[in-house]
């Protein structure tokens, strides 16, 4: 699968929705739009947002991947939520009518993500933010694509394997001999792309004086 799969088109997403069930009912269920998220939701939103550079390395995890994550194609590029905001990395949805449909969108991952790990990344991250009670950034409101202050997600490859190597609550839920047997993995896709000559590249600077 091809996260971009020609130039100048939006490329294709392979977005999570993640809600989170106890006895029988939804934890992340709102009673009213104009209210406040419940704790537990406010929680995992924070911890999937706070480790959304380094799980990129899972939502993400080719050379292609960051060809669909640039500014203008409709892709998160910064680390945010915000409620109903489908530019904001993190989208929490709310259903007051319907609570059984309350949950938030991880809008990160690529076609070319692995279902499994990187449902394994998002479920990680919520379920730390859940365990600290941490409380998320503020939601944004409005166009994230235009906030410059917001924190910059992952521009390639090479980043998103700094991100994941910094952040050790991540690994160590993952597994650390998983995390280091994908590092690696990540390591020589990158080594495999930095050792190829693209047709691209012939075609531009081959006839260039």
């Not at 939804?26 to 929680?43: E, K």
């Not at 998160?76 to 949950?103: D, K, T």
């Not at 910059?152 to 700094?162: D, F, K, V």
């Amino acid at each position: 699968f091809l996260a971009k799969t020609a130039a100048g088109e939006e490329g294709s997403s392979g977005h999570i929705h993640l809600s989170c069930w106890r006895d029988g009912k939804n934890a992340f269920r709102v009673a009213d739009r104009a209210g406040s998220l419940p704790p537990v939701f406010s929680a995992a939103i924070a911890g999937v947002v706070e480790h959304l550079p380094a799980a990129s390395l899972l939502l993400n995890p080719t050379i292609n991947s960051y060809k669909r994550l640039v500014p203008g194609w409709f892709a998160p590029v910064n680390a945010s939520w915000g409620i109903e905001n489908r530019s904001a990395a993190v989208r929490a949805i709310v259903h007051p009518e319907h609570p059984e449909l309350c949950r938030l969108e991880c809008r990160r991952p690529g076609a070319d993500a692995n279902p499994y790990l990187a449902l394994a990344a998002v479920v990680a991250s919520a379920t730390d933010g859940i365990r600290r009670q941490a409380s998320p950034p503020p939601a944004v409101e409005g166009d994230a694509y235009a906030r410059a202050d917001l924190p910059e997600l992952p521009g390639s490859l090479e980043s998103a394997i700094r991100a994941f190597d910094a952040d050790r609550v991540l690994r160590d839920a993952l597994d650390e001999r998983f995390s280091e047997y994908y590092v690696t993995s990540r390591a020589w896709e990158l080594k495999a792309w930095r050792e190829t000559v693209s047709e691209w590249e012939r075609e531009r600077y081959g006839r260039t004086v």
